[in-house]
Nanobody, 114 residues
Framework: QVQLVESGGGLVQPGGSLRLSCAAS????????MGWYRQAPGKQRETVAT???????NYADSVKGRFTISRDTAKKTVYLQMNNLKPEDTAVYYC????????WGQGTQVTVSS
């Protein structure tokens, strides 16, 4: 079973930036498409960004141009650089394969508020 640990969340003002990290327990990025997901209170979990095993990114329309997904295969880590954050980005952020395959981690809370 792959274990995923998300980190890097926090409280930030609108327009600010955060960089999230997702560390995997085993080397998986060369095999699976990885995704960042988020779940806001009272809403369903949604896909924010994905990166294929070949390194091709894809983004939800709501974050396109503001978020960047990347990975470091040697470090077994996927990143999500989030710029120009908006209050509607407030959510718990998770990573997993795309489609999700493994037990969800605890996620990392992102709160965008003035």
């Amino acid at each position: 079973q792959v274990q995923l640990v998300e980190s890097g969340g926090g409280l930030v003002q609108p327009g600010g930036s955060l960089r999230l990290s997702c560390a995997a327990s085993v080397s998986i990025f060369s095999i699976y498409t990885m995704g960042w997901y988020r779940q806001a209170p009272g809403k369903q979990r949604e896909t924010v960004a994905t990166i294929t095993s070949g390194g091709r990114p894809n983004y939800a329309d709501s974050v396109k141009g503001r978020f960047t997904i990347s990975r470091d295969t040697a470090k077994k880590t996927v990143y999500l650089q989030m710029n120009n954050l908006k209050p509607e980005d407030t959510a718990v952020y998770y990573c997993n394969a795309m489609p999700a395959k493994w037990t969800w981690g605890q996620g990392t809370q992102v709160t965008v508020s003035s």
